[in-house]
């Protein structure tokens, strides 16, 4: 199983960016999946997930910020981040679970800075 994530890149501060992931290899699909991310010296925090039957949770730290998604197929989501903070820098993983393993992606840059 391999998750790819896709769509980062060096935005100003109030931009916007979509990060997208896809899953290739899984039989069965990913039960449950979402994001984290990791800035530079710091733990890796946990952003917001999402169910197979698309139910979201949120950090309260982004909620209103960020939106997850996932497509109908359940083999792709996304994270859709409006109006970028510098403090939003930070390398961007995905994850999903198929009810017994975690997987992860190998991560997206974004960089946020005027």
């Known amino acids: 199983v391999q998750l790819q994530a896709s769509g980062g890149g060096q935005v100003h501060p109030g931009g916007s960016l979509r990060l997208s992931c896809v899953v290739s290899?899984?039989?069965?699909?990913?039960?449950?999946m979402g994001w984290f991310r990791q800035a530079p010296g710091k733990q890796r925090d946990l952003l917001a997930g999402?169910?197979?039957?698309?139910?979201?949770n949120y950090a309260e730290s982004v909620k209103g910020r960020f939106t997850i998604s996932r497509d109908n197929a359940g083999d792709k989501v996304y994270l859709q981040i409006d109006n970028l903070k510098p403090e939003d820098t930070a390398v961007y993983y995905c994850?999903?679970?198929?009810?017994?393993?975690?997987?992860w992606g190998q991560g997206t840059q974004v960089t946020v800075s005027s």
């Open positions: 999402i169910s197979r039957g698309g139910i979201p």
């Open positions: 290899g899984s039989i069965f699909g990913m039960v449950h």
């Open positions: 994850y999903g679970s198929d009810g017994s393993v975690h997987y």
